[in-house]
């Protein structure tokens, strides 16, 4: 996708790539409600952490490309995205050992069903694996990529394409640009929101360590996450995952939805605390008998 000259299969990478995204989101969510033992539960994580590594390599990738510098992120791709990649493998081959040593005590139907799972995000993996191996061909060849062509259409058509609510923010501490997606998350329309600092978009954002962590990252050239960040919305307070991209001009910040993922994180600790409860419980009347 980042050496062809055809720009709507450009396009058609970055939705692909998004709803990707959203698909291994869903299987990691019924993945969590099938492991129980300390190991399942530490390869789950350590699947999800590698996971989150890749992604926030494929999006820096992408904001290369979205500020020209192709043959950067082509760059970044190989040197890590490949590492990522590898590792998220192996988390996955673990896993699958993990579930067959305990094979032989799950129902045949929770074995089915991770059968699946595993099978749909292998083929998203081999998918992203066919894509690098072709950039890692032309590149050895020494065969120069293609700039991506800076019309204001093309460049708007790329930032519409992406889920995720997105803010590009100058050295200033102001808001350049923002896509659609954050114009419908949180009612506002562009004309409000640009030349306004993002704090003031989003006042909650003044209680998280997102702003230090701009301008860490703008200081450092760094790449930066920052983890469940809480914002009052209409119904109830929604979570977000903010991942920050800095580059010369200023700073990339992509919002994603991680309400629903936090949810279920919080209520699989509630019932944990539960049964710990149950379990201390138990014991205590034990003795006392």
């Given amino acids: 996708a980042l050496t062809t000259e055809d720009n709507d299969f450009q396009l058609s990478y970055v939705e692909q790539s998004r709803d990707a995204d959203a698909q291994v989101a869903r299987i990691m969510e019924e993945h969590r409600v099938l492991v129980s033992t300390p190991r399942e539960i530490q390869a789950s994580q350590t699947f999800e952490r590698d996971w989150a590594n890749y992604l926030s390599i494929r999006d820096e990738v992408i904001n290369h490309v979205l500020a020209g510098n192709t043959d950067q992120g082509v760059q970044l ?8 990649f590898n590792a998220v493998s192996d988390d996955l081959h673990l896993i699958k050992t993990l579930y067959d040593d ?28 066919i894509l690098a191996a072709s950039a890692v061909k032309v590149f050895e060849r020494g065969k120069r990529l293609q700039i991506i062509q ?12 992406i889920n995720d609510a997105m803010f590009v923010v100058g050295h ?3 808001v350049e640009l923002v896509n659609h997606t954050a114009e419908e998350k949180w009612d506002q329309n562009q004309s409000e929101m640009l030349g306004r600092y993002l704090s ?18 703008v200081r450092t050239g760094n790449a930066a996450t920052v983890q469940a960040i809480r914002l009052s919305g209409e119904q109830s307070d929604e979570v977000y995952e903010a991942r920050v991209f800095p580059f010369e001009d200023g700073t990339t910040v992509f919002f994603n939805d991680v309400t629903e993922r936090q949810q279920a994180e919080d209520e699989r600790l509630r019932l944990s605390k539960l049964e710990s409860i149950g379990l201390l419980a138990g014991g205590i009347a034990h003795d006392f008998n």
Wanted: no cysteine; charged share 20%; glycine share 6%.
């Fill in 77 to 84: 791709d190989l040197a890590v995205g490949m590492g990522n």
């Fill in 200 to 217: 003031d978009i989003l006042p909650d954002l003044k209680q998280t360590a997102l702003p230090a962590t701009i301008t860490e990252s």
């Fill in 150 to 161: 800076q019309s204001e259409a093309r460049l708007n058509a790329v930032i519409e394409s």
């Fill in 172 to 174: 200033d501490g102001r």
């Fill in 102 to 129: 305990q094979a032989k005590s799950r129902l045949s139907d929770l074995a089915y069903t991770f059968n699946m799972s595993l099978l749909k995000v292998g083929i998203i993996l081999i998918l992203t694996l």
